[in-house]
């Protein structure tokens, strides 16, 4: 029976890498019977509301998304359509493995890290408000539950992925009350799991860390800001945004989606990388239980991206989204 999957291909470059995407997935021989549904600001003529019920409804019923980016005014205007999606849908769990393919040139060879990021509270709480003309106040929610969930998740992800350790990023030491929480949570928590080695680290120096050896870290877990931006960072690390997908999973629904936004500045002229989005694909098949398909791609991805060719401008090469598509589906023919 075909897999029924809620496709949102969203703006910007997203239309573009969503394309590529199915193309990718539909060409490996997975059965799956695309449901697509739109969401974004190009939309609000229509519903009156940039997430769209249906939208909502589709991937409550098919329990699934694959999602391109959606572009989140700056400033003003609508609040972000991925953020409603993840609280929505309770997707508590963003994970955001960053893993160099041997073919991309980077500054590492063997970076193999995974970013847990809390994905429904901290500064995501959008709650602001003016306190007086001049003076305006965000609140930063921690809360032991949504702490407890997080940080459980990421030792039951090492522990299922055979991952040596831990690390829980904070910065307890001037945020005492909220990240203070979280650090006694997380070794709390850490005690169920012997077989896991446990260390905390300060977010500041674990972005220094990470940009002077990223191979010292295995599993790192934090708020979802820490979350957002060492995830980026660590994109930096593999090649580039156009290189780092992500899973949001929570108890009843996934949806995948690359780390990257929109690329305004590129969309509509052919020009992005949609590997992201590929190797989300690949981690949706893997959570649909159709790993085979996952690892031929995955296969094909790296077998494609070792010839400079093939490589979009972002990997400093001259080929264009589809150049690249068609180079992948020849090599998926033959893996
Ligand atoms: P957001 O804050 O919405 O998540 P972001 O900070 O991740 O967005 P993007 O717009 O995704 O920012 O990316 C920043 C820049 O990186 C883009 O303007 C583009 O030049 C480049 N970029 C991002 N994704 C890709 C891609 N898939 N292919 C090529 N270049 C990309």
Redesign the pocket.
Known sequence: MAHRITLIPGDG?GPE?AQATKMVLDAAGVDIEWIEKKAGGDHIHKFGTPLPEETLASIRETTVALKG?I??PVGSGFGSVNVKIRKELDLYANYRPAKTLPGVPTRYKNVDTIIIRENTEGLYSGLEHLVIPGVVESQRIITEEGSKRIIRFAFELARQQNRKKVTAVHKANILKLSDGLFLEVARRIARDYPDIEFEDAIVDATAMRLVMDPTQFDVLVMENLFGDILS?LSSGLIG???MAPSANIGESYAVFE?????????AGKG????T?LILSGTLMLHHIGEGNAAKRIEKAVEKTLADPSNR???LGGKAKTMDYVKALLKNLEET
Request: aromatic share 0%.
């Open positions: 470059i890498v980016p572009t989140t980026d580039g945004l156009g690359a780390v990257h936004g929109s690329a305004p500045d590129i020009l992005a990388n949609p992201a979009t401008g972002d």
